[in-house]
């Protein structure tokens, strides 16, 4: 593995990335640390957790709704990353947790947005983290989401939005295009309150910005959306204006103990 990085960044010297697999800073997808000598693995995730100069914390906590040995349930607030990414490492969910929890191999089974908050799902031990991955990948999970958008009583309500959703012109974005469905979200109205309502979103898919990209398509733009239909310059972060989704419940089947889980989020949207 060191040969690869060595390799695949030749502008950072060997006994750079040497140094910082000592420190235990390069890992992969499963939270095992990557040593100089292990032999190359292709087509694996790999993370190098990197210092940041200055990093801001983030004005909003994490609540921890259920631990046991393998299954951490997080209620996430929005603003805060799941994983390091760009400007964010130490003002990440999992940072937070692995400090607080001292679960060094703690990883992420499934992602949300930074801009949405509500539950994620972690995997404690690597011995059985591909048994909770695969419920994900099998479609044995049930995720309901809640959101707060402009009402249109010309829509008839509940439906199912079918597209297919690949990547824009930028980098953060995505759009539907014609082709293969790839993407399905069942949309339903919860309640009314003058010019906007809350949503039920249920995604029978897992695309990236998903429920953003259909919402906006159905002319329902959730409210304190920073992408869709617009995108804000990058920096420009209201605390203020959270993005008004919440990933609300999750029930699955759990693949160690055979129980049937059903978790929800004690957050509440504003607005409605």
């Keep these: ?134 419920l994900f990948s099998q479609r044995q999970v049930k995720k309901n989401y809640e959101a707060i958008a402009p009402w249109r009583d010309d829509l008839a309500l509940p439906l199912t939005r079918e597209s297919r959703i690949v990547e824009a012109h930028h980098f953060m974005l995505q759009h539907e295009v014609s082709g293969p469905v790839n993407a399905i979200t069942r949309v339903a109205v919860l309640e009314v309150q003058g010019a906007l309502a809350r949503y039920a979103l249920t995604p029978v898919t897992g695309k990236r910005h998903q429920l953003r990209v259909h919402m906006a398509a159905l002319g329902l733009p959730i409210v304190g959306d920073g992408l869709y239909p617009t995108l804000t310059p990058e920096g420009q972060i209201d605390y203020r204006n959270p993005l008004q989704l919440l990933a609300k419940s999750i029930s699955f089947v759990d693949p160690v103990s055979g129980e049937q889980r059903y978790f929800e989020s004690r957050r509440r949207l504003n607005g409605v």
């Design 1 to 134: 593995m060191l040969a690869f990085f060595a390799q695949r960044f030749p502008a950072i010297p060997q006994d750079v990335w040497q140094q910082r697999m000592a420190q235990g800073l390069v890992i992969d997808e499963l939270g095992v640390a990557v040593t100089p000598q292990r032999p190359y693995q292709g087509h694996i995730r790999v993370y190098y957790y990197r210092a940041v100069a200055t990093e801001p914390r983030i004005p909003f906590d994490e609540e921890v709704l259920f631990q046991d040995e393998h299954l951490v349930v997080v209620d996430k607030p929005h603003f805060l990353p799941v994983v390091p990414s760009g400007n964010y490492l130490q003002e990440t969910l999992l940072l937070r947790l692995k400090q607080k929890l001292g679960l060094a191999a703690l990883t992420p089974i499934h992602r949300i947005d930074r801009d949405t908050a509500g539950l994620v799902l972690f995997s404690v031990r690597p011995d059985s983290r591909a048994r909770y991955h695969a």
